[in-house]
């Protein structure tokens, strides 16, 4: 089955600083690849996903990159916020497996 | 916008007990799943429903968890004798099709096991 590996699992940063997480994974058949922000005692929110046929989405301050080749997927959050502070996990899945995540990188944005 | 809701919000056991955690997903969605999040872990995958039976299901998921969905609406998750560490939260997640559109994840069942 997939196996998602996320980095760093800690990470702080100055406000306005930029925000990079990064994920591997396993399954070369894995084609969707989501984040998802979770605050303290909440739902993980889906914030941004990217499909294998895309190299990099951007929505606003958020950006995913994708190299298909290396199997990894990053998250770039720039210009952060205080309010960007969360849990953000990477997750991967195809139309034969169901999701997996990883483990979480635990975001602090310093005002 | 739709929501997946779940219900109780957090529920407290005694060991041994058996408890049921009630989820309603989208209406219109077709595959049903259960994740597990001890406090400060990984968001863990359980169980996957799709067409009125299991399509996956992890080491995790033994011979003590069933799923079912008894009517059109609800997708339960029955653990029949809770231990100590199956305290956690408990998130239910529904989507249309695969690779459409990302999960749709409850608000989570809290359960404590004392």
């Known amino acids: 089955g997939e196996n998602v590996e996320q980095h760093p699992s800690t990470l702080s940063v100055q406000e306005g600083d930029s925000a990079v997480i990064k994920c591997t994974y396993s399954?070369?058949?894995?084609?969707?690849f989501p984040w998802y922000k979770q605050e303290l005692g909440k739902r993980p929110q889906l914030i941004i996903d990217?499909?294998?046929?895309?190299g990099e989405k951007k929505d606003q301050r958020i950006a995913v990159t994708l190299n298909k080749t290396a199997k990894h997927f990053s998250l770039h959050i720039t210009e952060t916020q205080p309010e960007d502070s969360a849990v953000y996990f990477c997750?991967?899945?195809?139309?034969?497996?169901?999701?997996?995540f990883g483990a979480g990188t635990r975001l602090t944005v310093k005002p | 916008e739709p929501e997946v809701t779940q219900t109780p919000s957090h529920q407290v056991t005694q060991m041994g007990q058996e408890v049921i955690l009630r989820c309603v997903p989208i209406?219109?969605?077709?595959?049903f799943y259960w994740y597990r999040q001890i406090l400060g872990q990984k968001v863990e995958f359980l169980v996957s429903f799709y067409n009125n039976e299991i399509s996956e299901k992890s080491e995790i998921f033994d011979d003590q968890f069933s799923v079912e969905r008894p009517d059109g609406s609800n997708f339960t998750l029955k653990i029949r004798s809770t231990k100590l560490e199956d305290s956690a939260m408990y998130f239910c997640?529904?989507?249309?099709?695969?690779?459409?559109?990302?999960?749709?994840f409850g608000s989570g069942t809290r359960l404590t096991v004392v």
């Open positions: 997640a529904s989507r249309d099709r695969p690779n459409i559109y990302g999960y749709t």
């Open positions: 997750a991967a899945t195809s139309n034969n497996n169901d999701m997996r």
């Open positions: 990217i499909r294998s046929n895309v």
């Open positions: 399954d070369s058949a894995s084609n969707y």
């Open positions: 209406s219109n969605h077709l595959y």
